[in-house]
Nanobody
Framework: QVRLVQSGGGLVQTGGSLSLSCAAS????????VGWFRQAPGKEREFVAA?????????YVADSVKGRFTISRDNAKNTVYLQMNSLKPEDTAVYYC??????WGQGTQVTVST
């Protein structure tokens, strides 16, 4: 069982930055690939970014986040981060971290105002 606890997020104006954190209870967290997903109102959950256990491979599915979002991890702290810069109103969503899409964080609201 992996428990994921998210922090960060909130309200920011267009062009601003926010950072999300995802801390795991499991010591072997460092062995997992961790992903960030988001779900906007009325839309399906979408994959945003993922990072391998070694931190050496990152993948972005959404073209709209390339060059703006950065995923990183600190295995010593059992934590994965999502740095979001140049935020746009369309980035507004509830963001979730996940391990293998089996274990999920509680979700964090990110709202970008115009």
């Amino acid at each position: 069982q992996v428990r994921l606890v998210q922090s960060g997020g909130g309200l920011v104006q267009t062009g601003g930055s926010l950072s999300l954190s995802c801390a795991a209870s499991e010591r072997t967290f460092g062995a997992y690939t961790v992903g960030w997903f988001r779900q906007a109102p009325g839309k399906e959950r979408e994959f945003v970014a993922a990072i391998s256990w070694s931190g050496g491979s990152t993948n972005y599915v959404a073209d709209s986040v390339k060059g703006r979002f950065t995923i990183s991890r600190d295995n010593a702290k059992n934590t994965v981060y999502l740095q979001m810069n140049s935020l746009k109103p369309e980035d507004t969503a509830v963001y979730y971290c996940s391990v293998n899409q089996v274990y999920w964080g509680q979700g964090t609201q990110v709202t970008v105002s115009t």
